[in-house]
C-alpha cells in the first residue's frame, strides 16, 4: 500500500515499551528458543474457573450495554469499592466501567486536563502515564520517588506550578512493588487538597499487597479524586479487558462521554467477568503463589552481589538496582536476553535507567532457571 503520513501526534508516541517487548519474547519462544518471560505484567494461569463457568452462561447475550456498562455491574463495583475504601457515599453514576485499565486512565486524564497542564508523574513510574498525558495535550512532569521509592514530598512540591492540574499515584507500584507509605500520602493530600490539585489513582495492584501496612491513597484525605481500578491482575484478565473509573459525578459523566464516542461499553462477556469476580469478592487468584515466589525470589537475589533491590510489598514486580553494573539497562537486558533468554523490562521504560523489572509471577522452574542464569550473567559493556 502507499504511505500516508502520519499525525504530528504520533512523532511523540512510542508503543508500549512493556507490551512489545512482551511480544517479541512470545515470538521468540514460539520460534523455538529457550526464554523466561519475566516482562509483561500478567499472571501465568489461566482464566479462573469461576469466571469462564460464569460467562458461559451469558455468551447469548450480545447486544450493547450502557457505553459506561451494564448498572449490575456498575453498582456491584460501587459496593466492592465503599467496603474497600470506607466511602459513605458512592452512586451508579460515579462508575465508568472500561474495556481494561488504559482507557480508564486515558478518558479521566481527557476529562481532568486542559492543553498545556502538568500532570506530575511520580518516577520508576509506569511506561504509559507520559504518553497518555501527551496525548491528551498535557505536560507529563516527572518526580523521583526517594531512595526507598517512596513519595518524596519536598521534590513534589518543588514541581508544582500555577499549570499543575493532577498526579498520577500508583501504589502498589508499577514497577518498584513498593507502597507509598500512609504518612506521606496524608502529608501529600495536605498539599495536593490546599492547591486543588486532582488525584488519579491508579489501583490495579491494590488487591495484591503482601504488607499491613498498605493504605490505598484513596483512603489518605484526598478531597479531588479519581481511582482507576480492574480486574486484569488479581483475577489473571488481561486479555479480557475490564477495568473501572470512580470518579465524582462531573467527571465520571465527562469519561463516560468520551468512551461513549471512542470506543462504546467495555465487551459483555468481559463485564460478566468482572460480575463473577465481585461476587467472589475478587479475590486474587495467585497470592499463595506469588507470597512463595516473592520469597524464593529475594533469598536469590541476596546471592546476586552486583545487583541491589528494596523488598516489594505488593504487585508482582521487584526493581532490580544494576547500577553497580552499568547505567545502560536497554543494553544490559538485551544482552541478557541474547545470552541467556532471560527477558526483563529494562528501567528506561519507566524512565529510571540502572534497573530492570523482574516479573515475579511465573512458574517456580522458569524464576528457578532464570535466577540461575542470572546469577551467572557476565556483562561487558559494549565499546562503541
Ligand atoms: N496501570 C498499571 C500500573 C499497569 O501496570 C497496567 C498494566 N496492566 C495498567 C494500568 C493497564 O491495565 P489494563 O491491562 O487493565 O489496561
Ligand atoms: N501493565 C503491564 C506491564 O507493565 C502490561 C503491559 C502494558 O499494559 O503496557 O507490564
Known amino acids: 500500500m502507499k504511505n500516508i503520513p502520519t499525525a504530528a501526534r504520533i512523532d511523540m508516541l512510542e508503543e508500549s515499551a512493556t507490551l512489545a517487548l512482551n511480544a517479541r519474547v512470545k515470538q521468540m519462544a514460539e520460534q523455538g528458543k529457550p526464554v523466561y518471560n519475566l516482562t509483561a505484567g500478567e499472571l501465568p494461569c489461566k482464566t479462573p474457573e469461576y469466571i469462564s ?35 459513605l457515599e458512592l452512586e451508579l453514576d460515579n462508575v465508568v466501567v472500561t474495556a481494561g485499565l488504559k482507557p480508564a486512565i486515558y478518558a479521566s486524564l481527557l476529562s481532568v486536563i486542559n492543553p498545556g497542564d502538568e500532570v506530575l508523574v511520580p518516577i520508576p513510574g509506569w ?15 516527572e518526580v523521583e520517588l526517594d531512595e526507598n521509592f517512596d513519595l518524596d514530598i519536598g521534590a513534589i512540591k518543588q514541581k508544582i506550578t500555577s499549570k499543575t492540574k493532577a498526579v498520577i499515584l500508583c501504589s502498589p507500584n508499577n514497577p518498584t512493588g513498593t507502597i507509598y507509605s500512609k504518612q506521606r500520602l496524608e502529608e501529600l493530600a495536605g498539599v495536593l487538597n490546599a492547591a486543588k490539585i486532582v488525584v488519579l489513582s491508579d489501583d490495579i495492584y491494590s488487591k495484591l499487597v503482601f504488607s499491613e501496612d498498605y493504605a490505598p491513597p ?12 480492574g480486574f486484569s491482575k ?44 465481585l461476587e467472589n469478592n475478587d479475590q486474587p487468584v495467585m497470592m499463595a503463589e506469588l507470597l512463595e515466589n516473592r520469597k524464593f525470589i ?26 553497580k553494573i552499568t547505567k545502560n539497562s536497554l543494553d544490559w537486558c538485551e544482552k541478557l536476553l541474547n545470552e ?13 535507567p540502572g534497573f530492570a523489572r523482574l516479573n515475579f509471577a511465573a512458574n517456580k522452574s522458569i524464576l528457578q532457571t532464570a535466577l540461575n542464569l542470572l546469577k551467572d550473567f557476565n556483562y561487558e559493556e559494549s565499546k562503541k
Not at 218 to 229: E, M, P, Q, T
Not at 340 to 352: I, K, Q, S
Request: charged share 15%; hydrophobic share 45%; aromatic share 12%.
Open 218 to 229: 484513596a483512603k489518605c484525605g484526598f478531597l479531588n479524586l479519581v481511582i482507576l481500578g
Open 234 to 277: 488479581s483475577q489473571a484478565l488481561t486479555g479480557w479487558r475490564i477495568g473501572y473509573i470512580i470518579a465524582p459525578n462531573g467527571i465520571a459523566s465527562a469519561a463516560n462521554k468520551v468512551l461513549s464516542q471512542i470506543m462504546g461499553n467495555a465487551s459483555l462477556p468481559a463485564q460478566y467477568a468482572a460480575i463473577a469476580a
Open 340 to 352: 541467556t533468554g532471560v527477558a526483563l523490562v529494562p528501567g528506561e521504560a519507566f524512565y529510571t
Open 298 to 323: 529475594i533469598n536469590q537475589l541476596n546471592q546476586i552481589e552486583k545487583i541491589d533491590f528494596k523488598e516489594p510489598h505488593g504487585a508482582f514486580y521487584i526493581y532490580l538496582d544494576i547500577r
Open 53 to 87: 463457568d460464569y460467562v458461559a452462561t451469558k455468551l447469548d447475550e450480545n447486544k450493547y450495554t450502557p457505553a459506561s456498562g451494564l448498572p449490575v455491574l456498575k453498582l456491584a463495583i460501587a459496593e466492592a469499592a465503599k467496603n474497600f475504601y470506607g466511602f
Open 127 to 141: 511506561t504509559s502515564y507520559s504518553y497518555q498525558i501527551k496525548l491528551a495535550g498535557g505536560t507529563p512532569i
